[in-house]
Nanobody
Framework: EVQLQASGGGLVQPGGSLRLSCAVSGFTFDDHHIGWFRQAPGKEREGVSCISVEDVITYYANSVRGRFTISKNKAKNTMDLEMKDLKLEDTAVYYC???????????????????????WGQGTLVTVSS
């Protein structure tokens, strides 16, 4: 079965950094697009960063571009999100997700839409506060 487990969230001050990790099983990065999404209180879940199989396409939300970096560690079967210069508005539950690349081609990585992803981790809370 496909499983994703997000971890690494916590409390951080504005301007600080944090690295989230997602352990994956039941699939490989070779045939699944992956992504990080977040949901702040009272808001809908939004795509933060997505990356395609073979790393052909990488997406970053405008609000995080230049501050966040998505990556894969194939050897460890993990996907990471490095977050820098964190801001108050980054406070949210962060979810890792995956979708088979055969379902929508490169669309899930190009658009990073919540509705395109089938498999989800449980989420990890990131709180940015002084």
């Amino acid at each position: 079965e496909v499983q994703l487990q997000a971890s690494g969230g916590g409390l951080v001050q504005p301007g600080g950094s944090l690295r989230l990790s997602c352990a994956v099983s039941g699939f490989t990065f070779d045939d699944h697009h992956i992504g990080w999404f977040r949901q702040a209180p009272g808001k809908e879940r939004e795509g933060v960063s997505c990356i395609s199989v073979e790393d052909v396409i990488t997406y970053y939300a405008n609000s995080v571009r230049g501050r966040f970096t998505i990556s894969k560690n194939k050897a460890k079967n993990t996907m990471d999100l490095e977050m820098k210069d964190l801001k108050l508005e980054d406070t949210a539950v962060y979810y890792c997700a995956a979708v088979n690349s055969g379902e929508y081609g490169l669309g899930p990585a190009k658009y990073c839409r919540t509705s395109m992803y089938d498999y989800w981790g449980q989420g990890t809370l990131v709180t940015v506060s002084s």
